[in-house]
């Protein structure tokens, strides 16, 4: 398999190459009813999209997703909901030197090692656009955890040695960066400027807060909430870590400081004191936020010269051209988002059956 | 479901409580012709069992395994392998108690909301026991990757505060914190004392690196090969972050500094100068070293006095009785490393029909 | 991999050779607070076990079920329910001859080709005994579709020539082939006899209908109700056809006849007046009932002489000894009938997100 | 989930109505390194275009193919493979009148049963058109299947009450019903004739013949060949009974009748002298041909006139308007063998790694 399917009930398929004539999603399992059009979808996309800054390839292009089916009269029918990207603009001529070697920190090693040989125009598959099929996918399942009452909130929290320091949810979308912390947004801006300068790249970290999910959703063993948001946020290109919560640093901690208490409050709901534990225990969500934090590498495109190996058995040295974002992290906060969204719909879908009261509601 | 089962041609299913009967795995997919005794997997287990030493709860147990189906004349058929471990000790009038509050960093009540009600003596399936299942299953799967000249090297980084500062592979097995740093554990077993005298708890952090895996395991997008291993670790209890090769401080690095140099040897062997990829490109190994990361949260039994909500509906506050290890982390290395290895034996035989060479050499 | 796991949602692994220690059975999925104790797993067993008429093996044994995981305080937990029986009367000695050949109409040489050798002793992992994990795991999905008013029915509906002319469901348990038609009973009784003076063995046909399934369970494209019945009933060893409805009656019909019109009743439910699809259109319940038969070979083990080849490429004459049954078809009822009840259960499990209805029923 | 996609390891998603603006197909796990082209997609898909006969409808299509991705310089990549075919000739209101009504025999009830509603134009996802997905993934299998030198030969062996008597692989393509005997097919025409001069509709039986199939393929319980073979052929609309081999007349045969004779032939090859098990012992294949049948329903859509219920509660009378096939059989044949061809090879592909030999040859 090339598994390019992920999801168990809510579950969708992308494909699509780089500078191949199209990329697309096809999301199976999305319940029948919910209201659904193009401009839903757009919107998510166009979070991704590039040309939006400076910090991000000049490369311009549309973008617009087609809905091509599972959609009637405005809603959501139940069978397959297939989305297309036409790709616009290809140039693939600025990328026939890559055919011949193998560029550092890029797959295209480990692609002729799998599979042979490798489409090598932009990255094929490996290219960051192989992301608009999750996010346009994350779009649908927005939707449908919105009218749950669930929502998802993503930001920057570092752009290479620049952190925030505080969080005000109306300053995200205020910046390039994504960043909650307008002053610190700022300074990883003047950061970027200097990695530019210098031909090099940076990278960040990404933090996913989702809202209002009821407690009870995850599996106990292996199909535990955190376990598949691991998984989920660590199959996207460039991600090389990933916490729960606290994460590392509940690793240096001890229990009396870790261990969240739980309260009644004045309304006699449960809750916790803290979240260290990133509204998730045993596997299964607690009904506090669930918090997801993604490590994002340096783009591994860079200008600058660089030692690397050709097909050929040579040691070489090379210079990358075409269009590169010297920062990944922007363009990724939607797709942390889109994924963390399709993993949280698709364990709440699975584990509607965990107990027969719930299938009584539906069977009884 | 409840997501029992891991795996896609290497799958394991595992099942039991920590004071039911016994607590077992199916081993389904492992290939025909393999030598197994139950002393190959013992030896695992015997890894993670209790009462190795004073930081490891005083729980007696035999963990004995018995293999009931699978292996003929010593060897593997191919139908599944269902090894079983009966439960000795169980003394379940410890736990009593604790059927009607929730302790703080458990599962216990995020198994009420979502089941409705719950096994509560020792845990039940939330339990550590359940890890039993996951390291006789690992100690087959590493069983057929020493065969293919692959092999595992795991131990603990830090404990609390305590980091090694060098790598010792001979010491490991030399202190019961497994640390390659003989200082390093010394450090960490005095810093274990005080937790104890404060009746508190530490965490800390496992690394797991896999030798000689060839280039070319993972698949490109969702199954990616660290994908995979970030689900398989994650879903461990306890572990709140998982990384692969440099993880978060890549996200603190830059391109030049983060791309690792591909270069040909004086063999003409495909290399790299440096592993800050951790083995993976593009969810792809790329025949170095893979290095994997987990950080394990501090146990949440604590013997000190905590405030809870019983289900009742109030506010109390308790102190936990019963036999807890003040530290994990020390049994959980040889989880990690068996959950590693069962990931790393599925991705490879997952991956072997990805293309047409491969396939022709078994049906050519 | 090899196979042995079944279902998305409701999902069981099954393990053991016949000549093993022990069969079993994990069943991942069920829903947390049904009723279960082992009486009502041993009930479904006891339909299969051997040695109670003279056309079943003279193998006596007790095959009493554990249950070793999942069940609480009388009530499933949620996580799985590990079940097994111990293989007591294994008389190994009577099959050391077949390792050497391979029996016509068996397994033998299809596994040494897929696996490079077996477990030979009585059949191993394709002895009809492999079916006791199906039926105990049936057992429990049946016993939680009863609790949603969902029954099933299966019977003999033909043995060799002899084939029903009526359908008294009194009759079914009244005689040892489980024939709805007590005429038809003796004449298959007499029809067995004759084989058995032959040394020759007979084959038949099972139907087994369920009752009260409400219209929408089943997946519109390849996970259709027809065609997980389909599956699951023809990985029963044995079985050699499958029919939903009318079946290949169906494909001589025309469609004037075969259509079965839609009709509200004086009570303005809606029905059908005539049942040719068997309760399945579109491979969805229709809230008919369901209705699937299959064809079930002789048993291969016979014990006049064969011709067959062995394992050093000799043409050579066999007669195969040991303890078999003239014919399969009674003992496999409660295997169809285990087979549907699994796969209706999971479907219905796997269906509960259909629409959004649904899912506010839940999450709401 | 809507179950929409298919296979472990070669696995196909489809998607699209009869009349969205398009229909297609996603085949991921296609193993790089197969030279392929629209050519050989379209090929298969002419097969089941309609507009060929006057016994098919007269909607006049082009079905024309598109690749999307997945192919590079004329050979697969290994990432998946997406197919499209747009919607050329759709005449959305000649279905107007069914959106409230639920014709006989056809998924318009059960649909809205599942769903809340449904796309009534042409049956949407339910329609026949919903298997060019499927047929152009079997294209593609086939291709695989054929560089391993197996074959398919899939024809009609009966149509209404007539039956074929013999069998000329030349001729199957010389007539508009595909079957392997002339006589037999221009009988079946003169039946069709009267069936349209009737306004009613004829259903039929098609069998698919796989050669050179290796010995071993299909796994030993649940995931046997001939299970999943059933799975995929069930799961064509319309089909309600699956044979392997001799299937229903095995049931009334005899042991010493239906065994098939293991035998070494003159060049030491193990053949069998008969082939009644249709080529699959204990879910494996044996080495011998494979041989499957399908029974198809008669085509619910008639234009007699026909009493069947609204959805407002009342029982009426309809008579159904719109282009029809009399028969579905013809153009079924290439369904049939698309899904035999997509299983088999999926079968393959999972089963790489049943021994250690077969591993090594891959990583050793």
New interface residues.
């Given amino acids: 398999?090339?598994?390019?399917?992920?999801g168990?009930?809510?579950?969708i398929?992308?494909?699509?190459?780089s500078h191949?004539?199209?990329?697309?999603v096809?999301v199976?399992?999305?319940?029948?009813?919910?209201v659904l059009c193009e401009e839903d979808i757009q919107k998510f996309l166009d979070r991704r999209k590039p040309g939006q800054s400076r910090y991000t390839t000049a490369r311009k292009e549309g973008d617009k997703v087609?809905i091509?089916?599972?959609v009637?009269e405005g809603?959501t029918?139940?069978?397959?909901?297939?989305l297309?990207v036409r790709n616009e603009d290809q140039r693939s001529r600025d990328y026939s030197d890559i055919a011949s070697y193998?560029r550092?920190?890029?797959?295209d090693?480990?692609?002729d090692?799998?599979?042979?040989?490798?489409?090598y125009?932009g990255g094929?598959?490996?290219s960051g656009r192989?992301t608009i099929g999750r996010v346009a996918a994350g779009a649908i399942a927005s939707k449908?955890l919105n009218?749950?009452g669930i929502s998802l909130c993503t930001y920057t929290t570092?752009i290479?040695?620049v952190t925030i320091d505080s969080v005000d949810h109306n300053e995200i979308f205020n910046n390039s960066v994504y960043m909650p912390d307008a002053a610190a947004a700022a300074k990883a801006q003047t950061y970027l400027e200097d990695?530019m300068a210098?031909q090099?790249?940076?990278?960040?970290?990404i933090e996913c807060h989702i809202q209002n999910i009821?407690?009870?959703?995850?599996?106990?063993?292996?199909?535990?909430l955190?376990?598949?948001?691991?998984?989920?946020?660590?199959?996207i290109?460039a991600v090389?870590?990933?916490?729960?919560?606290?994460?590392?640093r509940?690793?240096?901690?001890?229990?009396?400081?870790?261990?969240?208490?739980?309260?009644?409050d004045e309304n006699?709901n449960?809750t916790k004191?803290t979240n260290h534990?990133?509204g998730?225990?045993?596997?299964?969500?607690?009904?506090s936020e669930v918090v997801v934090r993604a490590?994002?590498?340096?783009?591994?495109?860079?200008s600058?010269s660089?030692?690397?190996?050709n097909r050929d058995?040579?040691?070489i040295e090379i210079s990358i051209k075409g269009r590169h974002d010297p920062i990944i992290v922007p363009r990724a906060v939607v797709v942390v988002e889109s994924m963390a969204a399709v993993t949280i719909l698709d364990m709440?879908?699975?584990?509607?059956?965990?107990?027969?009261?719930?299938?009584?509601?539906?069977?009884?």
Avoid at 77 to 82: A, K, L, N, V, Y
Avoid at 200 to 205: L, P
Avoid at 214 to 224: D, T, W
Avoid at 250 to 264: E, R, T
């Fill in positions: 398999m090339s598994g390019s399917t992920y168990t009930i809510f579950r398929t992308t494909w699509g190459e191949g004539k199209a990329i697309g096809v199976d399992g999305c319940p029948a009813g919910v087609e091509l089916s599972g009637f809603k029918t139940g069978p397959p909901i297939s297309i193998y550092p920190g890029h797959a090693y480990t692609f090692a799998k599979f042979g040989f490798r489409d125009r094929g598959r490996s192989e449908v009218q749950l570092s290479g040695p990695c210098r090099d790249s940076a990278g960040g970290v009821p407690a009870g959703v995850g599996e106990p063993v292996f199909e535990k955190d376990a598949n948001l691991a998984k989920a946020i660590m199959s290109g090389k870590g990933v916490e729960i919560g606290d994460g590392f509940a690793a240096h901690s001890c229990g009396q400081q870790n261990n969240d208490v739980f309260h009644y006699h449960l004191l534990a990133g998730i225990l045993g596997g299964i969500s607690d009904g490590a994002i590498k340096p783009t591994p495109s860079i600058s660089q030692q690397t190996v058995g040579e040691n709440m879908l699975v584990g509607m059956s965990s107990n027969m009261d719930n299938i009584r509601k539906i069977y009884g």
